[in-house]
C-alpha cells in the first residue's frame, strides 16, 4: 500500500503545487495515484493543519542495517549508470517501485533531470584562459560605476532564415478536446539566408551590415567594408573621445582574427579586448542580443531577404538604452558566474 498522503507532503515541503505534485505521482504510479480533487484537499490541510500522518513509512519498517544496504546498492547502481530509471534499479533490487521511488527521492534526495548541452569540452587551459579575461574584465570594468564599460565595442555575425521555425517550446498552443495538434514547417536545409554583422555597445550605438545572400564574412571584407562603418559610427556618437579610447571585442572566428584584421586594427589605434576560446556564454551577441532580435522572426514566413533585414533591423533599432545597459550588466555578472565556477561553462 503506497502511502500518499506521506508523499504528497514530502512534495509540498519541496515547493511544489498541487499542480506539479499531482503531475509528479502521475508519471509515477499512474492511474494508481490519487485524483488531482484529493491532492488539492491534501494541500490545503498542510497550509491550515497540522499534517495527519496515519500511515507509517514502510521504509522504517525495515532493519537499519538493512536500509544502509539498499541505500549503498542504489547509490552504486546510479554511479554506474546515472540514466538508469527508478523500474530497472528496482529489478534490480527485487523491489518495489514505490519503495525504490521513496528512498530515492525521500531519504537520498535525488532528482532526475535533463543534461545541460556546452558548446564544447573545456580543457584546463581553456579554462584558464575564460579566467584570465574574466579577472581581467572585472578589473578595468566591474566597477558599476565605470566609465569606460562605454568604451567597449561589440560585434558578431549571424545567419537571418527566410523561414526560421518556432522551437518546440515556443510552438505549444492550446487545442480543444481531442482536437489535432497544428502542423509545424520545419526548416528547410536549402533554405535562402544571409547573414548580418552587428557592432554595438553599452550606450546604445548600433550597426547593422547585411552581406549578399549566402555570403560569408571575409578578412577582406571586414576590413574594408565593415570595420569603417563600426569607425564611422564610433566618430558620430563619441564626438568627444578620441579613438584611441575604443576598446574593440570579437570572437575567434577567422576573418577577425586573421592578420590583416589585426592590422587594420593596430593602424587605426584600436585596443583589442581578446576574447576566450570557446567561449559563446562570454560574448553578448550570442547570450543576449540574438537570440532576442531573432525570437519576434522565428515562425514567420518572409517575401524576400530584404524583408527579414528589416525586421531584424527593426527590431534592433527599438532596443532602449536601458536593453543595452542590462546587456552590460549581464556581461559582468556572467564573468563574476565563470570566475566562481572555476571557468566552466555558466548556464544562461
Same mark, same amino acid.
Given at each position: 500500500?503506497?502511502?500518499?498522503?506521506?508523499?504528497?507532503?514530502?512534495?509540498?515541503? $519541496?515547493?511544489?503545487?498541487?499542480?506539479?505534485?499531482?503531475?509528479?505521482?502521475?508519471?509515477?504510479?499512474?492511474?494508481?495515484?490519487? *485524483?488531482?480533487?484529493?491532492? &488539492?484537499?491534501?494541500? +490545503?490541510?498542510?497550509?491550515?493543519?497540522?499534517? /495527519?500522518?496515519?500511515?507509517?513509512?514502510?521504509?522504517?519498517?525495515?532493519?537499519?542495517?538493512?536500509?544502509?544496504?539498499?541505500? %549503498?546498492?542504489?547509490? !552504486?547502481?546510479?554511479s554506474n549508470n546515472p540514466h538508469i530509471s527508478i523500474r530497472m534499479i528496482a529489478q534490480n533490487l527485487n523491489l518495489p517501485a514505490t519503495t525504490t521511488w521513496e528512498i530515492m527521492?525521500?531519504?537520498?534526495?535525488?532528482?532526475?533531470?535533463?543534461?545541460?548541452?556546452?558548446?564544447? +569540452?573545456? &580543457?584546463?587551459?581553456? $579554462?584558464?584562459? +575564460?579566467?584570465?579575461?574574466?579577472?581581467?574584465?572585472?578589473?578595468?570594468?566591474?566597477? *558599476?560605476?565605470? @566609465?569606460?564599460?562605454? /568604451?567597449?565595442?561589440?560585434?558578431?555575425?549571424?545567419?537571418?532564415?527566410?523561414?526560421?521555425?518556432?522551437?518546440?517550446?515556443? %510552438? @505549444? #498552443?492550446?487545442?480543444?478536446?481531442?482536437?489535432?495538434?497544428?502542423?509545424? #514547417?520545419?526548416?528547410?536545409?536549402?533554405?535562402?539566408?544571409?547573414?548580418?554583422?552587428?557592432?554595438?555597445?553599452?550606450?546604445?550605438?548600433?550597426?547593422?551590415?547585411?552581406?549578399?545572400?549566402?555570403?560569408?564574412?571575409?578578412? %577582406?571584407?571586414?576590413?574594408?567594408?565593415?570595420?569603417?562603418?563600426?569607425?564611422?559610427?564610433?566618430?558620430? !556618437?563619441?564626438?568627444?573621445? *578620441?579613438?584611441?579610447?575604443? #576598446?574593440?571585442?570579437?570572437?575567434?572566428?577567422? *576573418?577577425?582574427?586573421?592578420?590583416?584584421?589585426?592590422?587594420?586594427?593596430?593602424? /587605426? /589605434?584600436?585596443?583589442?579586448?581578446?576574447?576566450?576560446?570557446?567561449?559563446?556564454?562570454?560574448?553578448?551577441?550570442?547570450?543576449?542580443?540574438?537570440? @532576442?532580435?531573432?525570437?519576434?522572426? $522565428?515562425?514567420?514566413?518572409?517575401?524576400?531577404?530584404?524583408?527579414?533585414?528589416?525586421?531584424?533591423?527593426?527590431s534592433l533599432n527599438n532596443l532602449t538604452p536601458d536593453d543595452f545597459h542590462h546587456c552590460f550588466k549581464l556581461w559582468v555578472d556572467y564573468c563574476k558566474r565563470v570566475?566562481?565556477? $572555476?571557468?566552466?561553462?555558466?548556464?544562461?
Amino acid at each position: 500500500m503506497v502511502d500518499f498522503y506521506s508523499i504528497t507532503l514530502h512534495l509540498n515541503k $519541496k515547493g511544489l503545487n498541487a499542480t506539479d505534485a499531482h503531475a509528479e505521482l502521475k508519471n509515477i504510479w499512474h492511474s494508481q495515484a490519487p *485524483p488531482y480533487s484529493t491532492i &488539492t484537499r491534501w494541500f +490545503r490541510q498542510f497550509a491550515t493543519e497540522k499534517p /495527519n500522518l496515519k500511515v507509517d513509512n514502510p521504509i522504517s519498517k525495515k532493519p537499519k542495517k538493512s536500509i544502509e544496504l539498499i541505500r %549503498s546498492q542504489i547509490e !552504486t547502481l546510479i554511479s554506474n549508470n546515472p540514466h538508469i530509471s527508478i523500474r530497472m534499479i528496482a529489478q534490480n533490487l527485487n523491489l518495489p517501485a514505490t519503495t525504490t521511488w521513496e528512498i530515492m527521492t525521500i531519504q537520498l534526495g535525488f532528482t532526475k533531470i535533463c543534461s545541460t548541452w556546452v558548446p564544447h +569540452r573545456l &580543457t584546463e587551459q581553456q $579554462k584558464q584562459a +575564460r579566467i584570465d579575461f574574466c579577472q581581467n574584465f572585472l578589473l578595468k570594468y566591474g566597477d *558599476p560605476g565605470s @566609465k569606460s564599460i562605454y /568604451n567597449i565595442v561589440t560585434c558578431d555575425e549571424t545567419w537571418l532564415y527566410i523561414y526560421d521555425p518556432l522551437d518546440h517550446q515556443s %510552438s @505549444k #498552443v492550446w487545442v480543444a478536446k481531442d482536437q489535432p495538434p497544428p502542423a509545424l #514547417v520545419k526548416k528547410d536545409p536549402y533554405a535562402k539566408k544571409i547573414m548580418v554583422l552587428v557592432f554595438f555597445n553599452k550606450g546604445g550605438m548600433r550597426v547593422c551590415i547585411p552581406l549578399e545572400e549566402k555570403q560569408t564574412l571575409t578578412a %577582406s571584407y571586414y576590413t574594408n567594408h565593415c570595420l569603417p562603418k563600426m569607425i564611422e559610427a564610433w566618430k558620430i !556618437t563619441h564626438q568627444r573621445t *578620441p579613438l584611441t579610447k575604443l #576598446v574593440f571585442h570579437q570572437d575567434n572566428a577567422r *576573418p577577425h582574427v586573421a592578420i590583416e584584421t589585426k592590422d587594420f586594427l593596430e593602424a /587605426n /589605434n584600436i585596443e583589442i579586448l581578446k576574447h576566450p576560446p570557446y567561449s559563446p556564454d562570454l560574448s553578448p551577441c550570442d547570450f543576449w542580443l540574438f537570440s @532576442k532580435l531573432k525570437k519576434p522572426l $522565428k515562425g514567420q514566413f518572409f517575401n524576400s531577404l530584404s524583408e527579414v533585414v528589416s525586421a531584424f533591423e527593426t527590431s534592433l533599432n527599438n532596443l532602449t538604452p536601458d536593453d543595452f545597459h542590462h546587456c552590460f550588466k549581464l556581461w559582468v555578472d556572467y564573468c563574476k558566474r565563470v570566475l566562481q565556477n $572555476k571557468g566552466s561553462y555558466i548556464p544562461h
